[in-house]
């Protein structure tokens, strides 16, 4: 087998934590914090918990998870019903609220999973040992009972804390073939008696919830996302997680799970976090994609239509369904976390439930550790843990960190898939356009999970098209993989002194924004002005709205001014293999500016996406073309120490 040549890996991750503004390490603080924490019940404890120990309990994960939150047993009864128990680690019996480790798990509020590191939300002490549903060790748990009828339809049941015991850790790829019976049973289930018996109920449970979710609107997507396979620290193949049954069963007891704790919570009238996915917005240009490949949707939104649209689309185009997959779901948008008032209704439209929220991963997630100290607060009749005000605020930001967290996974899976064709520059590859739109045009190869960016005789191409590309150019450091559509006419490349930069200092991220120009918001027409966007964007500080309304009307120059805005589109490069990035941001003042920048010359300003918020610090001038907006490196009169650009929680300056 062919090494390729190493980098750092774990250099690039620890620096793109730190650039999206994670703490990748833990404070010493924080670890002196854990040494100190026993796992001491009280009797008084031991007297209020129930006592499941005995239960035939097990828990399905990756092979090489240990931060195990959720185990599962079921029971069948004899109305046809089968009640379902998933039990999850008691996270908030050792992280305190306010104490030094939950602020460092708030903090990043999200573990975050790349190839070559995992960086968990809890040190390893908590979460792959206490605060693990570890094989063999009595722990305490919140345990969520319902009850599943043989059509798939499911009744929320109790919510209790209880001690449980994981009697085996299964794994995924060992439990889900042999459920499919393309694989013998593994030996963790047949060292255990019964567990075998066990595994298949849960399974046949899992199969009939999955049946009635799709056929109520869930919506089934198949999107490609390889993990780098390590070997030595080096990067040597792409593997993608297929989905088996295994998977299936977990995945649809933990929407269940999550389903009925949204009831539960709902229903006591009392705020919380919940995971919403609105209706979409656009909707019409979803009925687009589907007229494009011959079918009708409805023209109201309606998650059955969709389903059944996406089930159909599998079985007719295997091969471009997860591209397809892709362009929904980024159509739908991205799932958020919002606090609502007890009794107020919300929905997540992708899948098809009510009073969603997030409650089975508390070792992995910060908001599901809310949700676990909120119910407890319940269950326990104790004051409310947190303050409205202060809930918002955490919804909001643990929003931002997934966000972010998906970001790096995806950063760093492009950087493994640049290392392994850094040594096949001019190769031919057969490949399929995934994306074709303003931000750029992209293809994914056949050959290998790897997408890149078509940077010549992009013009012209569609989704789902077929067709070779040549490789021209790899960045590793920088995940960029370019190619050019083959029997296009070829243009003389950028030259290699634009291109070429310092290892050495990247990652130190100096935007060099060449000029922002102030647009009229009624002049120009291709603008396409959101009153809903406008209205979205907060003032910042009324004292420099006043200093940008000033400088604008009286055409000012030297006046340095914070702001904030939306981003409200982003523009297509004017030409073939053009390095420039261009996008339009609507101030919270209602002013309307372009900005553009060499992404040769400084970093690109990472996945920007309309309708994202953007901060800025920057000087005004005026000069013959118009309002002028520098971000420059430094003031000439040193009154300032500079301009910056900050997006996502990463600062450019």
């Known amino acids: 087998m062919k090494i390729f040549k190493q980098i750092d890996f774990k250099r690039i991750a620890y620096q793109a934590m730190g650039d999206y503004g994670f703490e990748p390490s833990f404070p010493a603080i924080v670890l002196k914090e854990v040494q100190a924490i026993k796992d001491k019940i009280s009797n008084e404890e031991n007297l209020s918990l129930r006592d499941l120990c005995s239960l035939l309990w097990s828990s399905i994960d990756n092979a090489d998870s240990l931060d195990l939150d959720q185990i599962e047993y079921c029971e069948p009864l004899n109305n046809k019903e089968t009640r379902v128990l998933v039990a999850i680690a008691d996270v908030d019996e050792h992280v305190k609220q306010n104490s030094h480790v939950d602020q460092h798990a708030s903090l990043n509020a999200t573990s975050v999973y790349t190839s070559v590191q995992v960086f968990p939300m809890l040190p390893q002490a908590l979460s792959h040992d206490l605060s693990s549903l570890k094989e063999g060790e009595e722990r305490k748990a919140v345990v969520i009972e319902f009850f599943v009828c043989e059509d798939g339809s499911f009744r929320p049941g109790e919510i209790f804390r209880a001690f449980v015991q994981n009697k085996s850790k299964l794994v995924y790829d060992e439990v889900g073939p042999w459920l499919e019976g393309i694989s013998p049973m593994p030996a963790a289930i047949q060292e255990i008696p019964k567990l075998a018996e066990q595994i298949r109920i849960q399974d046949k449970v899992a199969q009939c919830l999955y049946k009635f979710r799709r056929e109520n609107g869930a919506l089934e997507f198949e999107t490609i996302e390889p993990r780098a396979k390590m070997e030595e620290g080096k990067v040597v193949d792409l593997v993608v997680t297929r989905k088996n049954r295994a998977r299936i069963l977990i995945e649809n007891f933990m929407v269940a799970a999550n389903g009925a704790m949204g009831a539960f919570l709902n229903k006591k ?385």
Request: charge should be positive; proline fraction near 4%.
């Open 269 to 653: 009238r009392i705020p919380f976090i919940q995971r919403v996915l609105p209706i979409p917005d656009q909707w019409m240009r979803i009925r687009e994609v589907a007229a494009e490949r011959g079918e009708d949707l409805p023209l109201e939104a309606d998650a059955i239509a969709l389903a059944n649209f996406l089930s159909s689309q599998r079985k007719r185009s295997p091969q471009t369904f997860p591209d397809l997959s892709l362009t929904i779901v980024k159509l739908l948008g991205p799932g958020q976390y919002a606090m609502l008032e007890g009794g107020e209704k919300s929905g997540h439209f992708g899948l098809a439930v009510q009073d969603y929220t997030h409650a089975t991963a508390p070792n992995r997630r910060y908001v599901d550790l809310i949700i676990q100290r909120i119910l407890k607060a319940v269950l326990q009749g104790e004051s409310f843990p947190y303050p409205k005000n202060e809930l918002s605020r955490l919804a909001d930001w643990c929003s931002g960190k997934d966000k972010a967290a998906k970001k790096i996974e995806r950063f760093m899976r492009k950087v493994a898939s640049a290392v392994l064709l850094e040594n096949r520059i001019g190769e031919v590859f057969e490949g399929i356009i995934t994306g074709a739109s303003e931000k750029g045009t992209y293809v994914r190869l056949i050959s290998k999970p790897i997408e890149g960016r078509i940077v010549r005789g992009q013009k012209g191409l569609v989704v789902g098209q077929k067709l070779r590309v040549r490789l021209i150019q790899v960045v590793p450091e920088r995940g960029y993989i370019d190619f050019e559509r083959i029997g296009h006419s070829p243009q003389s490349l950028i030259s290699k002194r634009q291109r070429k930069f310092s290892q050495k200092k990247f990652f130190i991220f100096l935007l060099s924004i060449s000029s922002l120009f102030l647009l009229s918001r009624a002049g120009d027409a291709q603008i396409n002005t959101q009153e809903q966007s406008v209205s979205a964007a907060k003032l910042f500080l009324q004292v420099e709205d006043e200093k940008i309304a000033q400088a604008f009307e009286q055409k000012l120059s030297g006046v340095w001014f914070k702001s904030e805005g939306l981003v409200e589109k982003i523009l297509a490069d004017d030409q073939e293999g053009s390095r420039h990035q261009r996008f339009i941001v609507r101030l919270s003042t209602g002013q309307t500016l372009l900005m553009s920048h060499n992404i040769d010359v400084a970093p690109r300003i990472l996945d920007i996406e309309v309708g994202e918020k953007i901060y800025f610090y920057g000087r005004y001038e005026w000069n013959s073309q118009g309002g002028v907006i520098h971000w420059t490196h430094h003031d000439p009169q040193g009154m300032h120490p500079g301009g910056w650009i900050e997006y996502q929680g990463r600062r450019y300056q």
